[in-house]
């Protein structure tokens, strides 16, 4: 296979040119100061919840495993804080569905478990033993744990190693702080990785948004010539995987493939960081970079928080709100999912907080369709909007599955730039719920 | 601490809209159009205001009272009836009594498009349709043509206002009955508009300016003016026919730019926009060579409008990842 280091992004379909906003890119993250209370729940991942491993009434140190699972696809969660178990209470996730979670008082202290310590690695096997027992998963918004994405399937065989900095969202700007105040965790996280799966070919791949990035990653690959960095066009949604894997290879993930179908595995950069950090000093994941941002938000900026602290308190931390918000999301606005209150914690794959004012978060309302045909021009799986969600409507199974809307990455390009504000995301979402339910029968 | 906060609201992604509103490509059309509507004036006088406003009238009352009678929402906001009338009154001769542009404009609006659902729903361009409806209709309105800068000799209209002299044939009426080459305007009035013709057909530097606008702002792609003008320039070629003359005469242009590029009876894909757009350049030519009409744009583009849903199932693009994978 191909082991050139590309210099310029191969083409890709579609996608949309969205004014970037990334007000907090030149900002110094901060440091929360240690919250009072922590809430950390089951479910912070893609795959099986886990089960709580403590009780009411037990002291919890900072890098204690606190809940885990058998299941493969999961990822063990620990304390972010030290102090006492206050309870196993249930809260709503953004998504609404209900889950445990483990609350967590503080003691102030701010100890560290004795069972942080590096981990001894000595083959493959022990290497995505010790991913698993990090706890991490896909920073960058999605939770897929970490330690399945690297355990490439049978029969597959991997040759590069993607590191995603396109951070397409606009707001969202912790990878990109992430990049110039983690640098040396996160070549120590890709050289853990290059060495274990054997890969050797590394694109850092980074918008042409972001000169301070390109630089600073450059100094820190120059020593290693199997590591490039590849600078990518701004342009949403250059950071999802398989356009980003288009992108930097010119390879096309078949349809319902894996990146490891087309030999490549691509990581953000903020996993690669923690990864990186974990291997050195033993701390799980416990704590992560936020943006706080959006038009209510009085001083935003980026802040390294533990996983777990209430949205309110990290708002308050950034001076409160500047006006009443009328949208909070989790995540960027144009995947981030709208929450009902500020009081939920913030979980591992939280990148941003984007608090929109009135004005921001007015939503036009829809009127007829014109065929204008925007949103099958702009759409990066080559998909249909405007029929899928007139076959969603129209409840035509057949039709939906025809068109591939289970391939929908639901990236939002084809809503955004709709000029009669068709709700495009929420009807596909609904085609894609008919097609399990048949799926299921 | 669970309570909720109730004024939060809660909404699919994504949050943010790129502000581009049907209501502003209509408006994008709208200015598109001004310099042929001015060129127009200039050339056949100010009778031309008085046509627009009774298409632009008639389409919008259409639309308000078919709304009201149906019972559904008030879309004249969108500007899309103020388009049709505009289109509507650029596909007509200047003398056209007013009545008959306005009955025009209320089969656009209620027959053609809002009995088949309203914006976005229509099978056929509705100026086009009404166009075609009225040359059926009142075929001696319809073809009566006026000679470029009439307006400015009153007494010479009045004097002998049916004389042949007098009346404006239109170019390619007169290439149909074989002319010869002296009788024809040279190829600068063609292209400034000193034409006989329908009132906002004739001046192509107009047209042109109004086309590179939208293209510019991305209203329409190239694709279709290209392809359709491409198409019938090189079949004109091989007919022996003069190219400048069928590109610069009858409706090609306004067609080319403005009527086949209507979106909701074009293709919605690069692949389908060609198809139509050749489509569309073969049909005209046809008639214009063979047939016992000398201008076929019309009817090309509502032929092909016909075929547009064939046309988009299929050119469907293949999704991701089912293509040829590239290594």
């Known amino acids: 296979m191909d082991s050139s ?65 058998d299941a493969f696809v999961s990822a063990p969660i620990h304390a972010s804080i030290s102090g006492k178990v206050a309870g196993i209470v249930k809260i709503s996730l ?69 590191v995603n900095v396109a951070e397409c969202e606009p707001y969202i700007t912790s990878d990109n702080r992430c990049a110039l105040e983690n640098t040396a965790q996160i070549m120590h996280g890709i050289s853990a990785v290059k060495k274990w799966l054997g ?7 980074v918008e042409n948004n972001k000169p301070d990035v390109i630089e600073t990653m450059k100094k ?17 949604p250059q950071g999802a995987e398989k356009v980003l894997i288009q992108s930097c290879t010119g390879r096309c993930v078949p349809m319902g493939g894996l990146p490891a179908d087309v030999g490549c595995i691509v990581m953000n950069i903020a996993s690669a960081a923690a990864l990186g ?46 006006e009443k918000p009328k949208k909070i999301l989790m995540g960027g606005p144009m995947m981030g999912v709208s929450i009902a209150s500020d009081q939920l914690p913030v979980i591992k794959q939280n990148n941003g907080i984007i608090c929109l004012g009135e004005e921001e978060a007015h939503k036009m309302e829809p009127t007829a369709c014109i065929r204008c045909g925007r949103c099958v021009r702009v759409c990066p799986m080559h998909l249909m909007p405007t029929m ?54 | ?88 009154a650029f596909n007509l001769p200047v003398s056209v009594p007013p009545l008959v542009a306005a009955f025009g404009g209320l089969i656009a609006i209620v027959v053609i498009k809002q009995m088949f659902g309203g914006i976005g729903q229509n099978f056929v361009n509705p100026a086009l349709a009404a166009r075609i409806i009225l040359l059926n209709s009142f075929p001696a309105y319809m073809t009566s043509w006026t000679k470029p800068y009439l307006y400015l000799h009153p007494a010479a209209a009045t004097v002998a206002s049916t004389s042949d002299a007098l009346a404006g044939a239109t170019p390619l009426a007169l290439i149909k009955h074989g002319a010869a080459a002296n009788q024809l305007p040279s190829l600068l009035n063609m292209f400034f508009g000193n034409r006989g013709g329908s009132l906002g057909e004739t001046c192509t530097l107009a047209l042109l300016i109004g086309g590179i606008y939208l293209i510019a702002r991305k209203v329409i792609s190239p694709v279709i003016p290209a392809c359709f003008l491409g198409t019938a320039a090189l079949l004109s070629l091989c007919m022996g026919r003069n190219v400048a003359y069928d590109l610069l005469s009858g409706g090609m242009m306004l067609g080319a730019i403005f009527m086949a590029t209507d979106y909701t009876t074009s293709p919605i894909t690069t692949k389908g926009k060609v198809i139509y757009a050749v489509g569309c350049g073969v049909i005209t030519m046809l008639i214009r060579n063979f047939g016992n009409l000398p201008e076929g744009v019309s ?29």
Do not use: W
């Open chain 1, 5 to 69: 280091l590309p210099v310029s992004p191969f083409k890709t379909h579609g996608g949309v040119d969205i004014l970037s906003r990334k007000h907090t890119a030149a900002q110094e993250s901060a440091v929360l100061p240690p919250p009072e209370e922590v809430v950390l729940p089951m479910q912070q991942h893609v795959g099986a919840p886990c089960k709580p491993l403590v009780k009411t009434g037990d002291r919890v140190l900072i890098g204690q495993k606190i809940a885990d699972s």
């Open chain 1, 388 to 441: 899928l969600e007139k076959f969603a409507m129209a409840k035509r199974v057949d039709d939906l599955q025809e068109y591939n809307v289970m391939d929908c990455m639901e990236c939002g390009s084809c809503a955004y730039g709709c000029p009669a504000g068709r709700p495009l995301v929420q009807a596909i979402r609904l085609g894609k719920a008919l097609v399990k339910a048949r799926r299921k029968k």
């Open chain 1, 220 to 236: 820190a690959a120059a020593g290693d010539a199997e590591i490039g960095v590849l600078t990518l066009h701004s342009r949403y």
């Open chain 1, 199 to 205: 890969i050797h070919r590394v694109m850092i791949a």
């Open chain 2, 1 to 88: 601490m669970e309570e909720k906060d109730e004024k939060l609201v809660i909404s699919s992604s994504p949050h943010i809209h790129c502000e581009t509103t049907t209501r502003r490509i209509m408006l994008d059309v709208i200015i598109s159009l001004v310099p042929a509507l001015v060129a127009s004036v200039i050339i056949f006088g100010p009778r031309v205001l008085l046509i627009v406003a009774v298409t632009i009238a008639s389409c919008v009352l259409s639309e308000y009272f078919s709304r009201k009678v149906m019972k559904r929402e008030n879309t004249i906001g969108d500007l899309s009836a103020v388009v049709t009338g505009l289109l509507l």
């Open chain 2, 299 to 327: 009817y090309a583009i509502v032929l092909m409008n016909i075929l547009t849903p064939l046309i988009d199932s299929g050119t469907r693009p293949a999704a991701f990842g089912k293509e040829p994978a590239k290594k």
């Open chain 1, 277 to 322: 950090e974990y291997l050195e000093t033993g701390m799980p994941l416990v704590k992560r970079r936020v943006t706080i941002d959006g038009s209510a938000i009085k001083n935003p900026q980026n802040v390294i928080v533990p996983v777990g602290t209430y949205i309110k308190t990290i708002i308050d931390f950034c001076g409160g709100y500047r």
């Open chain 1, 94 to 162: 953004a998504g609404g569905q209900l889950v445990d979670a483990v609350r967590i008082v503080s003691d102030g202290k701010m100890e560290t478990s004795p069972d942080v310590k590096p981990p001894e690695i000595k083959d493959l096997p022990g290497f995505l033993a010790a991913v698993r027992a990090s706890g991490l998963v896909g920073l960058g918004g999605a939770g897929f744990p970490t330690h399945v994405k690297l355990a490439v399937p049978k029969g597959k065989s991997v040759d590069t190693l993607i």
